[in-house]
């Protein structure tokens, strides 16, 4: 068994010595550490029309049977109108981040106020399933409509767990392969490094369900 | 506005028809539609002293200040050792995955006994920091030790939510810049497309701040 030690090749950052840090350089350091993150818009609409658009990294699968997305929301001591509208109308949508559309979904983390719709800020399309009270962003090539279920307040820092049931799931035509596999890398799909990076995707493997033995 | 449609160029699915596909077809897709995932191995130990190692796709940032992070744990209607021993002990390891050790770190997710250590099965080094129980994977660059602080169970599907606060984070010496920065693309860090698919990450931009205006 090895050692870990504080020697000239690892550095050890205690949880002392984190809390130490300035509060900016802690944010942007400890956004990175747990590696790339999915890349998402979340589109939402309030109960008076007006849209919002807000970029997402802390999407995560929560299950396929029935289909569930969760995503952490940051507290609520600002505005914040993407949590507002999804408690108001029930429903918001997941729209995944190409390549083309990097710079705008980015932008769309801007403080813009209430009355400014992001769609239209950052030059991005909103677009309307039949009945469903949230746009989706035209531009992306996975989109889906989700439903609130469930949220979980985390009393540690104030954050939340918003989970949703996806109601419509909306891929390019010929995308999904026989075995239900989507290739990623053919959709542009990026990751996102903390809050600031950009990441293209290139094929590393696909592996086979793994056995003992 | 555009309008989505059901057209030659994009495919609906409804969430009564994804509820009709066959499951395995189904958790293959919905696995894959929110994007590439952070890739890591979280390791454990039991109280006495059996180690275990899991990849896990589902790390997500909590906050910084305090540092946490969660991840989501599946159904333990089956034996799940991460959860037990972290139960056990209140402590466990979160460890990037890098190109080199891809395929190590999948074939974790077989279903090894009890008395197996997926460290010895697979061929990673466990490694230890005084005083604390939970074995760091050797050959990650980035290596956390985390203590539990909460969970939330999900009614939705019997998930969990497991939120651990970050009591010593391992980096390469030298690695982190003035403004507290990491360039994930120089550790050879890895994305997870749903449970199969790794990616490389290729550094697209690093984007200031944003700001309305």
Redesign the interface.
């Known amino acids: 068994?090895?050692?870990?030690r504080k020697n000239?090749?690892?550095?050890?950052?205690?949880?002392d010595q984190?809390?130490e840090?300035p509060?900016?350089?802690?944010?942007?350091?400890?956004?990175?550490?747990?590696?790339?993150?999915?890349?998402?818009l979340i589109g939402t609409q309030s109960k008076d029309g007006q849209t919002n658009l807000a970029v997402f990294?802390?999407?995560?699968?929560?299950?396929?049977?029935?289909?569930?997305?969760?995503f952490?929301l940051r507290p609520t001591t600002v505005e914040r109108h993407t949590y507002d509208n999804i408690k108001a109308t029930g429903v918001y949508t997941?729209n995944?981040?190409t390549?083309q559309i990097?710079?705008q979904a980015?932008?769309?983390?801007?403080?813009?106020?209430r009355t400014?719709s992001e769609f239209n800020?950052v030059g991005l399309?909103?677009?309307?399933?039949e009945g469903f009270q949230a746009?989706?962003v035209?531009e992306s090539h996975?989109?889906?409509g989700l439903q609130f279920?469930?949220e979980?307040y985390?009393?540690?820092?104030d954050?939340r767990?918003v989970?949703g049931?996806?109601?419509?799931?909306?891929?390019?035509?010929?995308?999904?392969e026989e075995?239900?596999?989507?290739a990623?890398?053919q959709l542009d799909?990026?990751?996102i490094?903390?809050l600031?990076?950009?990441?293209?995707?290139?094929?590393?493997?696909?592996?086979?369900?793994?056995?003992?033995n």
Not at 154 to 157: A, E, F, R, T, W
């Open positions: 068994m090895g050692e870990i000239e090749m690892y550095r050890l950052f205690t949880y984190l809390m840090m509060s900016r350089y802690r944010g942007v350091l400890l956004n990175k550490v747990s590696g790339v993150k999915p890349a998402n990294n802390s999407v995560v699968h929560i299950g396929a049977n029935p289909p569930y997305l969760g952490i997941i995944q981040i390549t990097v710079q980015h932008q769309t983390s801007a403080k813009y106020d400014t800020a399309t909103a677009c309307y399933h746009p989706f035209g996975i989109k889906m279920e469930e979980h985390l009393s540690c820092n954050t767990l989970v049931k996806i109601q419509y799931l909306l891929l390019p035509e010929g995308l999904v075995d239900g596999n989507i990623l890398e799909s990026v990751a490094g903390g600031d990076s950009y990441y293209t995707i290139e094929k590393l493997g696909r592996y086979a369900y793994a056995k003992a």
